[in-house]
C-alpha cells in the first residue's frame, strides 16, 4: 500500500509558517553550484519515491504562479511539475498548473487519498498545507511526516502540531547547509 507522507520545512521551535505567513527561515539551496550535494542527493530521492501530491488551497495560490515556470529548480522543478496533482478545496472548480496538467480539485481529500492509498504506484507527498495536513492525521491518513529542519528560531508563528501525536523517529540526518532531516513513522 502506498504511504501518505507529510513534508513540512520547520525552524528548529517547530515553526512552520511565520506571524505573517512566511517562509523566510527556509533558505537551503539544493540547486545551485554551492549546494551541498548530500542534501541535494536526499531531496532527489524524496522526488524519485512520490508520485502524486496534494495540497491544500492556499498551497496551490502560492505555487501556481512559480512552480510550473520554474526553470531555476532544473530536474527537481522537472519532476515537481510532473507528479500527480491533487488541490483539496471547497471553492475552487479547477487548478491549472502553467503547460502542466491540471491538479485534480478534490473537496473531500481524505476519501481521495483513501482511493489513491489503494492504487499501485509510488508513495504519496503532502506538500506545506497546514489545515489539509491536520485533517489528514484527524483521519488517520497519515503514515509519515518528513521535517526539513532549518538553523533557526521564531518563537512565534504556526506550528505543524497543535494536538499530542505519537510518532517514531526513523531517521536522523544532517547536513553540511545546516539542515537535518527528522523522518517519523505515525504510530496507529
Known amino acids: 500500500m502506498r504511504k501518505l507522507i507529510v513534508q513540512q520545512w520547520v525552524t528548529v521551535d517547530n515553526i512552520v ?7 523566510s527561515f527556509v533558505t537551503a539551496e539544493p540547486f545551485s553550484e554551492k549546494s551541498d550535494q548530500v542534501y541535494q542527493a536526499s531531496v532527489m530521492g524524496f522526488i524519485d519515491s512520490v508520485d502524486t501530491m496534494i495540497i491544500g488551497a492556499n498551497t496551490y495560490a502560492q505555487s501556481k504562479d512559480y512552480w510550473p515556470y520554474a526553470k531555476d529548480q532544473g530536474e527537481y522543478g522537472e519532476k515537481v511539475n510532473g507528479l500527480t496533482k491533487f488541490v483539496a478545496s471547497t471553492t ?13 480539485v478534490t473537496r473531500d481529500p481524505a476519501a481521495t487519498i483513501r482511493e489513491l492509498k489503494q492504487q499501485s504506484g509510488k508513495d504519496i507527498w503532502v506538500w506545506g498545507s497546514l489545515t489539509l495536513v491536520r485533517s ?38 544532517a547536513f553540511d547547509n545546516g539542515l537535518a532531516l527528522l523522518r517519523y513513522e505515525v504510530k496507529k
Open 92 to 104: 475552487l472548480e479547477d487548478a491549472p498548473w502553467g503547460d502542466f496538467p491540471a491538479a485534480t
Open 17 to 23: 509558517a511565520e506571524e505573517d505567513g512566511g517562509l
Open 136 to 173: 489528514l492525521f484527524d483521519a488517520g491518513l497519515v503514515d509519515e511526516v518528513q521535517m526539513r529542519v532549518c538553523p533557526v528560531a521564531r518563537g512565534k508563528g504556526a506550528r505543524v502540531f497543535e494536538d499530542p501525536r505519537e510518532l517514531k523517529l526513523a531517521e536522523a540526518t
